[in-house]
C-alpha cells in the first residue's frame, strides 16, 4: 500500500477552494476534470470543533495531498482533521499501530493499505462495524463500491478509497538513451528478462529492472497460475511445484541475471518502495496505485516522460492480481460518526483526487480517473494505453494477499524463509519445506485457540 496517494501542488488547491466555495453554499457545477471535482455532500456533518485524528506513516507526511485532502473534507464538512505520525511508510507504519490498538488506543481512523492487514484487525477486534451507523444515515455502501466491498459474514468494517492491479510502468528516457524498443502491449517474462538486460547498465548505475520487498513478487508465478496457498483441508499448500518455481524464479532476476536489485543489496541497501522514482530503473513492476507518484511533480520532479504496459505472463497462467486499499474507524473511537464521515469521503474522492483508480461501481468514474492520469502524464502516457495496461487487455484477475487461516503468519513466514534462500544461507527445497511447516504450525495453533 503503501500509501501513495499523492497529486499536484496547484491543482489540489483549486480543488480546496472550490470545496470551500460548495461549503458556503456555492452554486457551482461539477465539471469534468480532476481539478474542479465537487464531492458530493456528506450526510451528517459534524460541528467545527469536533477534531478526529487519522494515523499517517511520517514517510508521507511532507507530502503536500496528505494535508489538501484533508483541507477539502475540513471545507466540506466541518469536521478539522490532525495527523497521528507513526514511524515508517508501507507495513512499517503498523509496527506502531499494533501497538496503539493493542493498548485500546483512540485515533479515530485507521488506513489499511492491504487486505492482510484488514484480516488481521478484524480478527483481533480493533475495528468498529459500519452496517449499523450507515444504516442510520441510510447509506448504501453496496451500491458505490459493489465487488470492492469486503464483508465478514455481511460485516462492513471498511471503506475501499482505491483499486489497483498490477503493470510495468517504464522510463521512457531510459530506453531511448540504451535504443531499447518500448515494451509490446502483450508480451512473456522472457521478453521483460531481455529487455532488462539491454537496459541494465552498471557502469551508470542503471537497473533494467525494480521490484521491492513484498511477499507477491515471491509466489507471483503461482498467483498468475490461480494456485491457491492453502490446500482443501485449510493446510498450507506451499509444496506445490508452482511456489517453488516462483521463488526461484524471482531470485533469480537479483542473483543470476542481475538486471534489478538482489534482495540482499535491496535490503543491505534500504532501497525505498518509490525507487523507482529516482530515473535509474527501466521498469518497475508494481500496482496500478503507482500513477499517483508518477503524475506529482510536487513530490517526485522528473526530467524523463513514462509509459506503462501490461503484466507479462509465461503464456499459461495469464491472470494479473490486486488489492483495494481501505480506511476503518478504530472500535475505540470518540468521534465515530465523524470518523465514518472521513472514511467515506476518502472513499469517494480520494482517488480521483489523486490521480488513481476509484474502487466505485461507478463506470464513468473509473474511466473519467484514466483520462485524469493521462492529462496530469505530461504527454506520458493516453487512455488507451492505460486501458489496455489496467483493464482491456487478456488477463484474468485474483486477489493478490493469500487470505485464509493464519493469513498474517502466512505471509510473514514466507518473507521471512524467502530471505534465507534469496541471500544464500539456505537451499531452496529447504526453504520451501520451512515454509509449508511453519505455516501448518501456525495455522493448527489458530485453530486450537478457535477451539478453546
Given at each position: 500500500?503503501?500509501?501513495?496517494?499523492?497529486?499536484?501542488?496547484?491543482?489540489?488547491?483549486?480543488?480546496?477552494?472550490?470545496?470551500?466555495?460548495?461549503?458556503?453554499?456555492?452554486t457551482e457545477n461539477k465539471k469534468g476534470s480532476l481539478g474542479s471535482i465537487e464531492p458530493e455532500a456528506s450526510s451528517g456533518a459534524a460541528k467545527p470543533q469536533v477534531t478526529i485524528k487519522v494515523y499517517l506513516g511520517t514517510d508521507y507526511s511532507a507530502k503536500e495531498f496528505y494535508k489538501r485532502i484533508n483541507e477539502a473534507f475540513t471545507a466540506k464538512t466541518g469536521i478539522n482533521v490532525e495527523s497521528e505520525m507513526v514511524p515508517g511508510a508501507g507495513n512499517d507504519m503498523y509496527k506502531k499501530i499494533d501497538m496503539d490498538l493493542a493498548s485500546a488506543g483512540t485515533v479515530d481512523v485507521i488506513p489499511l493499505i492491504q487486505p492482510l492487514i484488514l484480516d488481521k484487525y478484524v480478527k483481533k477486534n480493533y475495528l468498529l462495524p459500519l452496517n449499523d451507523l450507515m444504516k442510520t444515515e441510510h447509506y448504501d455502501a453496496d451500491k458505490k463500491f459493489g465487488q470492492y466491498l469486503t464483508k465478514y459474514d455481511g460485516i462492513?468494517?471498511?471503506?475501499?478509497?482505491?483499486?489497483?492491479?498490477?503493470?510495468?510502468?517504464?522510463?521512457?528516457?531510459?530506453f531511448d538513451d540504451a535504443k531499447v524498443s518500448y515494451p509490446p502491449s502483450?508480451?512473456?517474462?522472457?521478453?521483460y528478462i531481455d529487455?532488462?538486460?539491454?537496459?541494465?547498465?552498471?557502469a551508470k548505475g542503471i537497473y533494467g529492472s525494480y521490484m521491492l520487498d513484498y511477499d507477491i513478487y515471491l509466489f507471483m508465478l503461482a498467483k498468475q497460475h490461480n494456485v491457491s496457498a492453502y490446500k482443501a483441508d485449510g493446510t498450507s499448500n506451499y509444496d506445490d511445484p508452482l511456489f517453488k518455481e516462483s521463488l526461484k524464479f524471482f531470485g533469480d532476476l537479483g542473483n543470476v541475471y542481475k538486471i534489478q536489485p538482489s534482495w540482499y543489496e535491496f535490503k543491505t541497501k534500504k532501497l525505498t518502495w518509490d525507487g523507482f522514482m529516482s530515473g535509474k530503473y527501466g521498469m518497475h513492476l508494481i500496482g496500478t496505485w503507482y500513477t499517483a507518484l508518477l503524475t506529482n511533480e510536487k513530490d517526485y520532479p522528473k526530467d524523463w516522460k513514462w509509459g506503462v504496459t501490461q503484466i507479462p505472463t509465461d503464456g499459461k497462467g495469464i491472470n494479473n492480481f490486486g488489492v483495494t486499499y481501505t480506511y476503518a474507524v478504530n472500535k475505540h473511537s470518540a468521534h465515530p460518526k465523524e470518523a465514518l464521515e472521513y472514511v467515506k469521503f476518502k472513499a469517494e474522492n480520494s482517488a480521483i483526487m489523486g490521480g488513481v483508480i476509484p474502487a466505485l461501481t461507478d463506470r464513468v468514474a473509473q474511466k473519467q480517473s484514466l483520462k485524469e492520469i493521462s492529462d496530469a502524464s505530461g504527454d506520458s502516457v493516453n487512455v488507451d494505453e492505460l486501458s489496455k495496461a489496467f483493464f482491456n487487455n487478456n488477463l484474468g484477475y485474483v486477489q493478490e494477499k493469500n487470505i485464509g487461516p493464519a493469513a498474517t503468519m502466512y505471509s510473514n513466514i514466507i518473507l521471512s524463509e524467502s530471505d534465507q534462500y534469496l541471500t544464500g544461507k539456505r537451499s531452496l527445497d529447504d526453504t520451501i519445506r520451512a515454509i509449508k511447516d511453519k505455516t501448518d504450525a501456525a495455522i493448527r495453533k489458530e485453530e486450537s485457540v478457535k477451539d478453546e
Open positions: 500500500m503503501r500509501n501513495r496517494i499523492k497529486y499536484d501542488y496547484k491543482i489540489i488547491t483549486v480543488i480546496v477552494l472550490l470545496l470551500i466555495l460548495t461549503a458556503c453554499n456555492s462492513i468494517y471498511s471503506l475501499p478509497e482505491q483499486v489497483s492491479t498490477w503493470a510495468v510502468f517504464y522510463n521512457k528516457k531510459i502483450e508480451w512473456t517474462w522472457e521478453q529487455t532488462a538486460k539491454k537496459l541494465t547498465d552498471p
